[in-house]
């Protein structure tokens, strides 16, 4: 994800890093939360904080730390406004040098081990930029399907008979009598 939108101050220089690492505390300023809300589609983004602390790894760097937040979206079910806090870890590696081309043949096997590690990021430099890594950790941890408390899905449009889900048509279709 390139969103594009750079936050101030999201930056953690490697040549100048002390042996005990770097603390990064960042609080977004109203313009750059606006400049995301927009990205991410949702009404606003009313209060994000970053406290990270960066030390050398591998000859990059690790990132770890916590993102803190408080979003705002229409409900999936009335479009009124949801509010949502948003307390997500943060660990990312950051190695130096552009993202290397790891294409094979298209006969190639390729394994991905989802408990694995996380492919590290790449940077360009002495300095990784943070931002898109703030962004992509608060957009993951979105609801993607926010509701008020207590509210309900019409019945019209959560059926309880199974026949009447969009599959049961294609079923028909196909002679399954079930």
Do not use: C, W
């Not at 990064?24 to 939360?33: F, G």
């Not at 931002?131 to 207590?150: F, K, M, Q, V």
């Amino acid at each position: 994800m390139s969103s594009r939108i750079h936050i101030h101050d999201a930056g953690i220089r490697l040549d100048s890093m002390p042996t005990n690492g770097r603390d990064l505390a960042l609080t977004v300023d109203a313009d750059t939360r606006a400049a995301i809300a927009e990205f991410l589609e949702i009404t606003s983004v009313e209060r994000l904080t970053v406290a990270l602390h960066a030390v050398r790894f591998r000859g990059g760097m690790r990132v770890s730390g916590q993102l803190d937040a408080e979003i705002a979206q229409p409900s999936v079910v009335s479009l009124e406004p949801v509010r949502q806090k948003i307390v997500e870890p943060v660990d990312r590696i950051f190695l130096p040098g552009a993202e290397k081309d790891f294409a094979d043949d298209a006969d190639t096997d390729v394994f991905v081990d989802p408990d694995g590690e996380d492919i590290p990021d790449h940077f360009d430099g002495n300095e990784a930029d943070l931002s898109d890594l703030i962004i992509e950790t608060l957009s993951l941890a979105i609801d993607p399907y926010p509701r008020l408390n207590g509210e309900e899905i019409p019945a019209e449009l959560n059926p309880e008979d199974p026949d009447d889900r969009p599959f049961a048509a294609l079923k028909v279709l196909k002679g399954d009598k079930k």
